[in-house]
């Protein structure tokens, strides 16, 4: 759409203004953001378009908009859903080669050791059928994602999604790993296909576009802290 307005300016709440009226979300609700530094990012990015209004350029303010309109009164609904990244990647290991499961061991051990000490153990096998997990695990980390807030439920479902990983998603949460790392982490096995027959442009597009989404759930983590 054009662009209708000329200034952007944070209003009391937390609200984004343009030329002083509140912006609305897709669901008409009014955009209030829980921290002024989320506040601020969200303004600058509507402040940043052009002559058209460009919703792919505006990252934050769609899981802002998320957040409001479609976990906010769902928050159980979203829980579980996330919990069904207990089924991690990290905890899927290859049989062979025996060099790609020695790399799998060393990047993504210690990440599963860190999440055992701070939550709860997960279940580890070699292959590609499904992993139970321990029931007692999967309750411990739905009593850590019942105390995140609708906000912070966004982000975190949203890197999960990306990384098809709980751990490596709540890693960025607590500030573990950045975006970065997190995403080389959950490509570790497409980066080692890639080195041993070379890059799928179309599959490099696809993880680039990802890497951007989950650097954008992590600058939202992270602005959601304050």
């Known amino acids: 759409m054009k662009r209708f307005y000329k200034e952007v300016t944070v209003g009391e709440e937390f609200h984004i203004l343009l030329d002083g009226k509140p912006v609305k979300t897709p669901q008409r609700a009014v955009l209030a953001l829980p921290t002024p530094a989320l506040a ?8 940043a378009q052009g002559d058209e209004v460009l919703p792919h350029g505006m990252p934050l303010t769609k899981l802002a908009n998320t957040a409001i309109d479609r976990v906010a009164g769902h928050e159980a609904e979203i829980v579980t859903q ?3 990244y207990t089924n991690d990647l990290l905890c899927y290991r290859a049989e062979a080669p025996a060099d790609l499961a020695t790399r799998q061991a060393a990047q993504w051990d210690p990440l599963l050791d860190w999440a055992a000490e701070r939550y ?3 279940t580890v096998r070699s292959g590609v059928m499904h992993i139970a997990q321990p029931e007692d695990a999967v309750a411990a980390y739905g009593k850590v994602l019942a105390r995140f807030d609708r906000y912070r439920l966004t982000a975190l479902h949203s890197a999960a999604t990306l990384c098809g990983s709980l751990v490596l998603a709540l890693a960025l949460a607590e500030g573990r790993l950045d975006a970065e790392e997190a ?9 080692y296909q890639a080195e041993k027959w070379g890059v799928d442009e179309d599959a490099k597009r696809r993880a680039d576009a990802m890497a951007v989404e989950l650097d954008a759930a992590a600058r939202f983590m992270r602005l959601v802290r304050g």
């Open 40 to 47: 601020e990012a969200v303004a600058k990015e509507w402040r």
């Open 82 to 84: 996330i919990l069904a």
């Open 120 to 122: 709860a153990r997960l």
């Open 183 to 191: 995403f080389a982490l959950s490509q570790l096995d497409e980066r």
